[in-house]
């Protein structure tokens, strides 16, 4: 007998529908989009156009958008444009753009709730004068090798220590510009001076090596260095130099490292503006010294440079953020007491074009999966911060976070210009919010913590500076402009 035929058309039918499906492609974007993703996208993560509300995109933002790019047919006579190195758009494509990001930006951002606050218990405060003069101009601090001596430096280029036992200055170097670093390791001495503080393209800046009572220029060139770190990176006996080269629309990492003559070569990890800040960690466990950066300007992360050979970096990015984020500051900490190092951050910078008061701007908290990789957990709304101290300064055996905001929100928000979060529990991230007795006594601007009066806990030093970076309520400037207060001293009570 033949054998009968199979029927297949059901199923031939259902996988061709399967097919046609699979194929189906999917909507395109509008051009409009397409041209946003294209050009926002060019130099940084995209900020959401919701981000920032209309009048930001239309009279701050859009405008300098379009001094960093060639647009074809539109005279551009405030600078000269480079083949290769701004963005080539139409006339027709920038209008587009233009009305596609104002179209869909916010009339105003979302507020963000103010918290429930306590006045600070745990600390009782007592400010200093570092001068005689009114007005505060702290542009460096930090404690280095003594508990009760602070190292100090100002917008006039004065380097010293202060004694708080004592109530004494003791200038280390006269300088020609803002200092915003100092190194002292191994006997050797390197000041980092800004040059030009405000925003410039201006390479103004020096590193000045200090031996004894003699000074050396480098001899290099520097673009508004602001953080330094001295380390032997290949353990050759020799200290390395990390310079973290703001700079503003250029700036740089760089690398100093000793030749055979006793100066110093110059090598560049990264030709971008905004570094900011370097730890020192071995991020991949294989026995070298790795470089992790945190850039703040054009593309903001936090940047692992591993060191595969002698002094030869790669890098990557093991965070990258939004660029209104503005990022200031982070930490490595074990939050959560699993071995592993998690991230603290601290994102508020809002001295730039797109100044308004934004409800992303506060602390986050990044969790480390183990394998250098991040995942934010927890996020601490507060407007302009800029730097944070992660301590266990209850001595309950959890991390507590002292905050400074140097551009809080003095109309709605003026309490919050500094903030201690007591963790009442890591589990749930819990913290209730201790504020200062008098918040607004000075515009706080640096941080840092040692354990002053030697009793076994750890005190908070805070550092102001007047600069006009932003509108600020006249009663206040007025109040600084007239007071001599430099530095708050907030000794721990616990012991």
Known sequence: MPNKPVILYPLFSFAFLILMGS????KPEPKEAQLYSKYCANCHLPPKIDALPKNVWKEYVLPAMVERMEVEGLYQDNNVVEDGFRPKITLKEWAQLETYIVSNAPEHLEAIPMPQTDTLAQFKTKTYSLDDKNGAMVTYLEFLDKD?????????????????????STPIYKGKSPITWYNKKDSMEIISEVGIIRPSELVRGK????????TLSMGHDFHRPVHTLLEDLNNDGSNELIVSEFGNESGQLSLMMVNDSGGYDKKILLNLPGAIKTVIKDMNQDGKKDIVALMTQSRESITVFYQTENLVFEAENILEFSPVFGTSWFEFVDYNGDGLEDII????????????????????????????TYAEAFFYPMHGATRVLSRDFDQDGDLDFALISTFPNYQEFPELTFVYLENKDSDSFEFTTNILQDPSMARWFLMDTSDIDNDGDEDIVLSSLTLGFTPVPKVLTERWKNNNVDIMVLENVLY
């Open 23 to 26: 194929c189906k492609k999917e």
């Open 345 to 372: 951050t601290v994102q508020g910078d809002n001295a730039d074009i797109s100044y308004v008061h934004k409800p992303y701007h506060g602390m986050r908290i990044y969790l480390s999966n183990g394998d250098n």
């Open 207 to 214: 590193m000045i090596r200090k031996v004894g009572k003699d």
């Open 148 to 168: 009760n001596e602070i190292y100090y430096g100002d917008l006039s280029g004065n380097l010293g220590t202060f004694n708080l036992d004592e109530e004494e």
